[in-house]
């Protein structure tokens, strides 16, 4: 029996997934938690990522071994291989200025043409622009640029020679300095945000290359497609972020910037748009009315649709579809009738799936078929969430086993690097639940008129 490893180091913390190659029958799983915060020092990462294989019975018996890992972080390495600062994470918007500076350089239209990307807070060259105005001499210090998982995959090697780095492009796709048609980076707009281009970058590995065992590693949305099986269907996963995705044979070139043109991990494309507002929303509301997830769902169902004219416009963390950083959310239409729990809670559950419907939008004018989607993500277990998704997004709504999809996805692609062939291996995924229900265009024409206010301004 051969078996696999896949890795997945998010936001939150270090999963990793052990399956059989052929089959990919799960043998055995681990986890451990990752710090809070949008700076974090890799070591974190590193430390997370020992206990989690521990914890996972260790992985002297897997043939091969791939990482996944949370998009767009910046990680500097000093000529020594040694971390410059702490990682700055995708859900950092500090650099949002820095964004809005570069997109203003070029041209939103000229950016999305060449990267298929509108510079945003969460790309990586917003992050070395940051850097090389507010700590220039980190900025010269900073010998190789990377990602979060490729250098977990680096320190897994146990290198430190810097060109020995190696990602995928499916996350070389997020730094805004790689052309995924090309395959290849773009030196004048690294130059543009790090005032140079001498930097070691991470060699791009192919979909199903490996160096010493180890695969390419993937983005955790390009992983999660993988590991859900989701095929034609659109892939919304509602986690510490909403994205909403999908395969395609065609990169996007969306100048408004709400759909990034991603690759995906098999050769494909990944056209996304992401609000930076999901789980959480569900998460901050039920502290609010001081109650458990269980309890807020049941609170949301026990509502009407459309929470008799409440609506919330969940931007609590700021917001990135669309790109609104220092945003906060509100609620809007409380009246003394309507003030209740219940329809606070099904506000609260409409909003945050009215943003993910922007996205839905977003890919439907790229060319995407909308036709049905696939919810996954820690919100996903919502018996709301779920029942309620197919009134907001207007189409059926296929809901999985939970899983851990990233890591799945990551093991599915380990398993690749050991066929080769052009498409990775055929595994059977379980039953998925069902939701149909006729939409209520009502709750996305308030919450578009309560959003639009943010845009007025």
Not at 259 to 288: E, K, Q
Not at 405 to 423: C, E, F, I, K, S
């Amino acid at each position: 029996m051969t078996l696999v490893a896949g890795v997945d180091s998010s936001t939150q913390s270090c999963k990793v997934v052990v399956r059989e190659a052929e089959s990919g029958r799960l043998v055995r799983e681990g986890r451990a938690g990752h710090p809070d915060g949008t700076e974090v020092s890799p070591s974190h990462w590193w430390t997370a990522l020992q206990a989690a294989i521990s914890d996972a019975g260790g992985l002297d018996d897997v043939a091969a071994v791939s990482v996944a890992g949370q998009q767009h972080g910046m990680v500097c390495l000093d000529e020594d291989g040694d971390v410059v600062r702490d990682a700055l994470l995708w859900n950092d918007t500090r650099s949002a200025g820095a964004a809005a500076a570069l997109t203003e350089e070029l041209g939103a239209a000229e950016w999305a043409t060449r990267i298929g990307l509108v510079p945003v807070a969460s790309f990586t060259i917003t992050k070395l622009r940051w850097l090389a105005e507010h700590e220039p001499d980190n900025a010269k210090r900073t010998a190789a640029v990377c990602l979060p998982h490729d250098w977990l995959t680096w320190r897994l090697r146990g290198s430190r020679d810097l060109s020995d780095l190696v990602t995928d492009r499916s996350d070389a796709s997020g730094t805004g300095y790689f052309d995924s048609v090309t395959n290849s980076y773009v030196p004048d707009l690294l130059s543009l945000a790090l005032g140079r281009a001498d930097v070691v970058l991470p060699r791009v590995l192919g979909p199903s290359e490996s160096v010493d065992g180890f695969g390419p590693g993937a983005g955790d949305n390009a992983a999660a497609i993988l590991g859900v099986g989701a095929g034609s269907e659109v892939l919304v996963s509602l986690g510490t972020s909403g994205v909403v995705t999908a395969v395609s044979d065609v990169r996007a070139e969306d100048p408004s910037g709400i759909v990034a043109g991603f690759a995906d991990a098999t050769g494909r494309y990944l056209p996304l748009a992401c609000t930076l507002n999901a789980a959480r929303v569900l998460d901050a509301t039920a502290r609010m009315l001081g109650v458990d997830l269980a309890t807020l769902s049941s609170l949301a169902l026990s509502a009407k649709p459309g929470a008799e004219g409440i609506v919330m416009v969940p931007y609590l963390e700021g917001e990135r579809t669309p790109n609104l950083p220092d945003a906060t959310g509100a609620l809007h239409g409380l009246t003394l009738v309507n003030a209740t729990p219940a329809n606070i809670a099904r506000a609260a559950v409409e909003g945050m799936l009215c943003g993910l419907a922007v996205g839905l939008d977003a890919l439907a004018s790229q060319g995407a078929d909308v036709g049905g989607v696939r919810l996954v993500g820690g919100a996903a277990v919502s018996p709301a969430v779920r029942e309620i998704a197919p009134t907001v997004f207007g189409v059926p709504v296929t809901v999985p086993a939970p899983g851990e999809y990233v890591a799945d996805g990551a093991a599915r692609q380990a398993a690749w690097t050991l066929t080769g062939g052009t498409t990775p291996p055929s595994w059977t995924g379980s039953e998925s639940l069902r939701y149909e229900a006729a939409a209520v265009p009502s709750i996305r024409a308030r919450y578009t008129e309560a959003a639009q206010r943010y845009l007025t301004r």
